[in-house]
C-alpha cells in the first residue's frame, strides 16, 4: 500500500515543495485542510488567528466533498512528503491509514491530555490507532432513531424504552408507512452494518492491527449472520421502499419528512434541515411537532447499544516544519466554547461535553442530551490501515439490500475482502 501511495505521490512533491520551502515574512503561515463545511472551519480558523496574536497565521485549504476524495488527495500528498499540510481534518476510518507508516506527527502528551478532558468516548477511540492518541478529537457526530410523533403512537410503540430493528419494522408495516435508512451503495452502507453488527455482539473486523493478510474478519459469525438478517427483512417486507437500493442520507430525510416517514436512522442535521424548511415555507410546523428522536435501535431485544460514530479529528502532518505552532492552533480550534460555536452555526456536534451546556447549542438542537449520551456508546467503524479494502468489499458483497442473505451473504464477504487484502482478488 505504501508503495502504491509513493508512487502516486510522486508527481505532487515538487508542486508541494515549492510553496512550503519559500521564505516567509512575518510569522508563519499555517495550512489547514478542511473537509467542506458552511464556513465554519474558516471563521475558527480566523478566530484563532487573531487569538494567537501574531505567533502564526492559519489559511484554509479546501479538500474535496467525498470522504474517500480526502483520503486519497492526503494520501498522496503525504507520501510525497509535503511539507505544506500543517493540519488536516480528517475522516476518524481513515487515521490507522496515515497514523500507521508515520505520515502524522505525534500527539505531545501534554496536548493529548488536554484535549481530551471532558471528550466523549466515541471520539477518543476515533482519534486513536494502537491504544494512543494519534489525532485530536475536534466534532463528533452520531446516529440517532428519528421517528413520527403519530405514526409510534398509532402503532402502539413506546419510544421512552429502547426499541429493536424488528419493531420498527413492524410498527411501518402496521401503519403502511415506510421506514427510511442507507442502503445506497456507499460509506453509508457501511456504517449502517458496521453498527448491526456491534450491536449484535462482534465486529467486522476482529485483529485491526494485524497486517493485511493476516487480518481476520468476524462477519462470517452469529453477529454477521443477525445483521444480514435486519437487512433482508428491511428489503423483503417492503418497508424500506423501492428507492431502498440508491437511498443516502438527504434522500432518507426526504421520504420521513413525506407522507410515507415512520422512522428513519440518520444524523443530526435533520433537525436543523427541517427547520429551515419550515421557515422557508417548504414544510408546515406541524412536520417538525410530530419529530421525536431516541437512541439508534437494537439487533435484538439483548443487544448492545452501538450507534455509528462520525466527525471530525484533527491531525498535524509529520512534514510540517511548525509542529509545535500546528499543535497550539489546534488546542485553539478544539476549544470546548469554539466547538459550541461550531455546533450551533454548523450543525456539527461538539466532541466536548462542556459544548453542550452552551445555550446556543440547546435551543438549537434540543436533542442535545440524547446526542451527548448516544456520541458516550457510538461505535467507529474498522480502525485498520487496510479501512479502504474492508469498506469497499462490504459495499461490493453487502449490495443491493434485496441480495442480502442471512446464510449466503456473511460468509461471501469475508472469502471475498481476506482475497482482497492477500492480494489474490481485486476490488
Wanted: charged share 20%; glycine share 8%.
Amino acid at each position: 500500500m505504501r508503495r502504491r501511495m509513493l508512487a502516486a505521490g510522486a508527481a505532487l512533491a515538487v508542486a508541494a515543495g515549492v510553496s512550503a520551502c519559500a521564505a516567509e515574512a512575518g510569522p508563519p503561515t499555517l495550512n489547514w485542510y478542511i473537509n467542506p463545511d458552511a464556513g465554519g472551519q474558516a471563521t475558527l480558523a480566523q478566530t484563532c488567528t487573531d487569538e494567537a496574536d501574531g505567533a502564526y497565521t492559519i489559511e484554509t485549504v479546501l479538500l474535496p466533498r467525498e470522504a474517500a476524495s480526502q483520503r486519497e488527495q492526503l494520501a498522496r500528498r503525504l507520501a510525497a512528503k509535503d511539507s505544506s499540510i500543517d493540519i488536516m481534518s480528517l475522516d476518524p476510518p481513515f487515521i490507522p491509514e496515515l497514523a500507521e507508516p508515520g505520515f502524522l506527527a505525534p500527539v505531545p502528551d501534554d496536548v493529548a491530555q488536554r484535549t481530551t478532558e471532558g471528550v466523549v468516548q466515541g471520539a477518543i477511540d476515533g482519534a486513536s490507532w494502537r491504544d494512543e492518541l494519534v489525532t485530536v478529537p475536534f466534532w463528533a457526530n452520531t446516529q440517532l432513531l428519528w421517528y413520527r410523533k403519530s405514526v409510534a403512537e398509532a402503532a402502539g410503540l413506546d419510544m421512552t424504552q429502547p426499541v429493536t430493528w424488528q419493531q420498527l419494522v413492524d410498527a411501518a408495516a402496521s401503519q403502511d408507512k415506510l421506514l427510511a435508512v442507507q442502503g445506497q451503495k456507499g460509506e453509508s452502507l457501511t456504517v449502517w452494518i458496521n453498527a448491526l453488527i456491534h450491536s449484535a455482539g462482534g465486529q467486522i473486523v476482529t485483529n485491526p492491527e494485524a497486517p493485511a493478510r493476516d487480518i481476520k474478519l468476524g462477519l462470517d459469525t452469529d453477529a454477521g449472520r443477525a445483521a444480514a438478517d435486519v437487512i433482508a427483512e428491511i428489503a423483503s417486507s417492503g418497508v424500506g421502499g423501492p428507492s431502498l437500493p440508491t437511498e443516502n442520507e438527504p434522500a432518507s430525510l426526504s421520504l420521513f419528512q413525506g407522507d410515507d416517514g415512520s422512522f428513519m436512522v440518520n444524523w443530526p442535521f435533520v433537525w436543523s434541515s427541517t427547520a429551515t424548511g419550515v421557515k422557508d415555507g417548504t414544510f408546515d410546523q406541524a412536520l417538525l411537532d410530530d419529530i421525536g428522536w431516541t437512541t439508534y435501535p437494537l439487533v435484538g431485544e439483548d443487544g448492545d447499544l452501538t450507534p455509528p460514530y462520525g466527525g471530525i479529528n484533527l491531525g498535524v502532518g509529520a512534514f510540517s516544519p511548525n509542529p509545535e505552532l500546528a499543535y497550539q492552533a489546534v488546542e485553539c480550534i478544539v476549544r470546548p466554547e469554539h466547538q459550541a460555536q461550531y455546533f450551533a452555526t454548523d450543525g456539527n456536534p461538539a466532541a466536548a461535553t462542556a459544548a453542550y451546556e452552551d445555550p446556543a447549542v440547546q435551543e438549537a438542537y434540543p436533542m442535545y442530551a440524547t446526542i451527548r449520551d448516544s456520541l458516550e456508546k457510538a461505535v467507529p467503524r474498522p480502525q485498520t490501515p487496510f479501512y479502504n479494502e474492508v469498506s469497499t468489499g462490504l459495499q461490493s458483497t453487502w449490495y443491493p439490500p434485496s441480495d442480502v442473505d442471512p446464510d449466503r451473504t456473511p460468509p461471501e464477504s469475508s472469502q471475498f475482502i481476506t482475497s482482497v487484502l492477500r492480494g489474490e482478488s481485486l476490488l
